[in-house]
C-alpha cells in the first residue's frame, strides 16, 4: 500500500537559516511526489512537484525537493527561511489510477526571530 | 479567476443533526476530491467525483457519509445524524483533468465543530 512519511512533526528554525523537511514514501511504481503548504486556518498551496525528469525540482517562494529513488525520499530544502514560511508542510504521493493524495503527516514549521 | 470556493467556511451542529458541505470547483475543472483533516492529523482522502460520477469512495466511512457532483451546481458532501467524532476540517480540491500528475487546487476548508 502507498504511503508517507514525514518524520519530523515539528521543526524550529531561525530565520535566515536553511530548512530540510523530510519525506520518505513507499509506492511500487514511479511516484507522482508534491509538497503543499498549510498556513492557519487556510486550505493547502502547491510548493511543487514531481513525476519524471530532473529530480531536482524547483517551486514556489524559493523552495526546492530532491527526489532519491535510492532512498525513497523526497526532501524539501530552502537556503533561507524567512518568518513568513511557518506554516505547516505536507508531503503527498498522487495515487497512479485514480490520482488521489496520500497525505503525510505533515511538519509544522516554526521560524524564530 | 476564481479559486476553489467552499461553503461554509464554519458549520457548528449539534449531534443528531445533518451537516451539507458545498464546495464550487474552479471553472473548467470537473474533477473533484474531498479530503478530512482531523485535528493534529494530516488529510485523509474520502471521495473523488467527476460530473454526476463517484470514481473512487474508499475513504468514506461506511455509514452517515454520502457525496455527490451533480450536472449543475457545486459538489456536495452530506452527514447524516453527525457524532462528536465527525469534528474536523474538510477539503474539497479540484482539477481539470484526472490523473495522479495533475495538480489539485484545494479550497479554504470547512470546519465543522459537533457540539
Known amino acids: 500500500a502507498q504511503s508517507v512519511t514525514q518524520p519530523d512533526i515539528h521543526i524550529t528554525v531561525s530565520e535566515g537559516a536553511s530548512l530540510e523537511l523530510r519525506c520518505n514514501y513507499s509506492?511500487?511504481?514511479?511516484?507522482?511526489l508534491f509538497w503543499y503548504v498549510q498556513s492557519p486556518g487556510q486550505g493547502l498551496q502547491l510548493l511543487l512537484k514531481y513525476f519524471s525528469g530532473d529530480t531536482l525540482v524547483q517551486g514556489i517562494k524559493g523552495f526546492e525537493a530532491e527526489f532519491k529513488r535510492s532512498q525513497s525520499s523526497f526532501n524539501l530544502r530552502k537556503p533561507s527561511v524567512h518568518w513568513s514560511d511557518a506554516a505547516e508542510y505536507f508531503c503527498a504521493v498522487g495515487d497512479g489510477n485514480t490520482g488521489k493524495l496520500i497525505f503525510g503527516q505533515g511538519t509544522t514549521l516554526q521560524v524564530k526571530p | 479567476n476564481a479559486g476553489v470556493m467552499q461553503n461554509p467556511r464554519h458549520l457548528v451542529r449539534r449531534r443528531g443533526q445533518e451537516a451539507r458541505l458545498r464546495c464550487s470547483p474552479m471553472k473548467g475543472h470537473s474533477h473533484v476530491y474531498w479530503y478530512r483533516q482531523l485535528p493534529e492529523e494530516g488529510l485523509k482522502f474520502m471521495v473523488y467525483l467527476q460530473k454526476e460520477n463517484i470514481i473512487d469512495e474508499s475513504g468514506m466511512p461506511k455509514e452517515r457519509f454520502s457525496a455527490e457532483f451533480p450536472k449543475e451546481g457545486p459538489s456536495i458532501l452530506r452527514i447524516q445524524q453527525v457524532v462528536r467524532g465527525d469534528s474536523a476540517a474538510y477539503f474539497c480540491?479540484?482539477?481539470?483533468?484526472?490523473?495522479?500528475?495533475?495538480?489539485?487546487?484545494f479550497g479554504p476548508g470547512t470546519r465543522l465543530l459537533v457540539l
Open positions: 509506492y511500487g511504481a514511479t511516484p507522482y
Open positions: 480540491a479540484s482539477s481539470p483533468w484526472a490523473g495522479p500528475e495533475e495538480t489539485q487546487y
